[in-house]
């Protein structure tokens, strides 16, 4: 935090300061604090915190200011092990205790469940929440590149940030090197480094690449490396023209004793370490019988539904993604598994017009942030499928969602919270939804 000198001194604070202290704190790390019964987000500021802060944007309905001087610090900080932590962004919860972190997304789940998911706390099972490594977890990494790598910091600009501790050391040198080749019109990389410090590395530009030679990537781990062609207006880190340069096209990942071959646009999960205990829950959750039909909906390259298949008589992915779907197929059949089926399409369009969804007794739904939706939570309801895993990685939408299923008369049974992203305020969730009797869908 750092001291204005341009503001002037009024009444032992600098004129436009104001104290304020913290009642609680968000789970992007913002105390939440009232001034004149406003609410007013400061953050870094932490609950039983109060500090000298100046406005920085007032609308209606709440304020924010910004932290200027800590004048009482809460047991609960720990000094950033970071150094771009104030400026950065990306790690929202890198100031507090690890203990408080994991309590912040516990409380964050609840709250969402019971204000927006009709679930108060005491009404469902909750799990502890399960925690991992606070560094080096990540097994894939989105960076920009202006002379530098970094990230889109706190004030919506680039930031330059080297060695990222969430990174692998792999991913780290990797990135060092690129760094010092500066290739010619380089925007970005995304790196994949997986279990075995392997890298996929795809570089993106905005026009023509300059030479990259992946035999001297190779020195640093670099197995595959492709170029991206960004679209104008980009969405995501891989929108655009892929082409491969160099190496595989694939990268290998394991998780639970399953291998997959990825390609660049095939989703797997980034941390590596809790994805292995969240799929283990969900399927247990699942209950599965060796008779049973389940649906893996949203399945990428189907971790889930091949790990289910070892329970269950016949499972069926779907996945949006082309590319992930021949990944899921090629795991399968590497692994022997033949009970299972992936199809490529949106959820929402194929499983209401399937036969699979009237024939299943479980569905596994882990769509993106946005969530699952009415019409797909709607034809599960409708067939009656028993139970219903949710993985989730915004409880707001994931609460949204469950309240659609309660009021189709499903239960919420089983909460557990996994910290996937530490030092982030991101939160993933597992629950079970069960609805034992199918004759109450007509609605
Ligand atoms: N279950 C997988 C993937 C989860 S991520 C795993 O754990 O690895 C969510 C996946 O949903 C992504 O692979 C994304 O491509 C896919 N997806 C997004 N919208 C979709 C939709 N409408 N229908 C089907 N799949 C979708």
Known sequence: MYYDSNISKQDGMKMDQIRLTAENETIQGDGVCRLDGKVTFVWGLLSGETGLCVLEKQDKKMNHARLIELEKASNHRILPVCPYHDVCGGCALGHMT????????????????????NSPKGSYHLEPITGGEREAYRGKVEVIYRNGFGYVGRNGKFCLVKNCLLMKPETRRL??????????GLRGAVIRTNYRGESMLVLSHDGKLGKVKGEALAEYGVTSLWALKQKPRMTHALDGEITHLWGATTIEEEICGLTFKLSPKSFFQINRDIAAKLYTKAVSLAGLKSRETAIDAYCGVGTIGMLAAGAAGQVFGVELIPDAVEDAKLAAKKHGIENIDFVAGRCEVILPKDEALKKASVIFLDPPRKGCGRELLDAIAKVGIPRVVYVSCDPATLARDVAIMKEWGYTLTNVAPYDMFPQTGHVETVVLLSREKVDDCNR
Not at 175 to 184: S, T, V
């Open 98 to 117: 690890r203990e408080r972190e994991l309590a912040i997304k516990e409380q964050r789940v609840m709250e969402c469940l019971g204000r927006l998911g």
């Open 175 to 184: 990135l060092d090197a690129i760094e010092k080749m500066n290739p010619q």
